[in-house]
C-alpha cells in the first residue's frame, strides 16, 4: 500500500529452513543494533493485487517507490483469475517462489509503514530517523528528493518458529510516517487501526515461508527487525535480491 496519488497510468532453489524460539525473537536480542519489533500484525499484499479501485493506496500495480512496479516485478506475483490477478498457496518445494511466472526481482518483500520518499514528513525526517542514514552510503542520498534510503533493505521475521528474510518494496499499511513505531527501540505499536492494527504486509513467499494460517488475513502475528546485508544468512531470499 501507499499514500502517492495514482499519478501514472496503471501500466531462483535451495531452502534454508532457520528456526527462532516461536513468538519471541533469537536469545541475543539485547545486544543487536536494530531493536525487535514484536507481536505485530502482518497481512499480505502481492504485485498486481488491486483490493480497492477507489482507493488511492488501493492497486499493487505500483508502489511510493516504482511507478512501474507491476512490470519491474515481471506481472503477477501469483495467478491470474478472469483478468484479476490473485494469491496462491506457496510451496517449500518451490523455496517460496511464485508458481506461474518467473519473477525479475525479489520474491520476498514487505512494507513498513514509513515512506521516505513521497510523503512529506517521512522524507523531511529521514536524515535524522533512519539508523543508516548517516553511513556514507547514504548520507549523500539523504537531500535528494528521487531518492528512497529505505527500498530494498532487509529485514529479518519470525513467526511461529520460522524465521525467513525479505527486503522494503513499499510503504504502509494505513499510515507512511509512523517513526515510533518503526525506528523506535521501545516496541511501540503500529499506530494505524486499519486491518487489525497491521504494522506490516508481506508477500506470498513470506506468507509461505512463515508459515501463516490464511493466504490473505489479518491475524498472523510476527516479530521483525532491520538487519544489514551482511546479516541476511543464505536462503531462497538472496536467489534474486533486488538492486
Known amino acids: 500500500m501507499r499514500p502517492r496519488r495514482i499519478l501514472a497510468a496503471l501500466t531462483g532453489c535451495v531452502v534454508l529452513a532457520v528456526t527462532a524460539p516461536a513468538g519471541a525473537a533469537p536469545q ?12 505485530i500484525v502482518a497481512t499480505t499484499f502481492w504485485v498486481g493485487e488491486i483490493f480497492d479501485p477507489q482507493a488511492p493506496d488501493g492497486s499493487q500495480m505500483i508502489s511510493t517507490y516504482d511507478d512501474h512496479w507491476y512490470g519491474s516485478y515481471g506481472g503477477c506475483d501469483g495467478r491470474v483469475r478472469g483478468g484479476v490477478c490473485t494469491t496462491e498457496r506457496r510451496l517449500r518445494r518451490d523455496g517460496w517462489f511464485p508458481r506461474r511466472m518467473d519473477p525479475l526481482q525479489n520474491p520476498f518483500y514487505l512494507d513498513l509503514p514509513y515512506d521516505d520518499l513521497n510523503d512529506p514528513i517521512g522524507h523531511q525526517r529521514r536524515g535524522e530517523l533512519v539508523p543508516w542514514a548517516t553511513r556514507p552510503r547514504y548520507a549523500a542520498l539523504v537531500a535528494d528528493p528521487q531518492v528512497s534510503i529505505m527500498k530494498n533493505r532487509w529485514v529479518q521475521i519470525t513467526s511461529r518458529g520460522r524465521t525467513c528474510y525479505g527486503q522494503i518494496q513499499d510503504a504502509g499499511p494505513g499510515k507512511y510516517h509512523d517513526a515510533r513505531y518503526v525506528f523506535g527501540s521501545d516496541d511501540a505499536r503500529p499506530a494505524s487501526k486499519r486491518y487489525n492494527n497491521a504494522g506490516m504486509d508481506v508477500s506470498p513467499a513470506l506468507n509461505g515461508c512463515l508459515g501463516f494460517r490464511s493466504l490473505n488475513g489479518n491475524r498472523d502475528r510476527v516479530d521483525w527487525r532491520f538487519v544489514d546485508r551482511k546479516d541476511v544468512p543464505a536462503g531462497p531470499w538472496l536467489r534474486i535480491v533486488t538492486r
Open 28 to 39: 541475543d536480542r539485547d545486544n543487536e543494533s536494530y531493536p525487535w519489533h514484536t507481536s
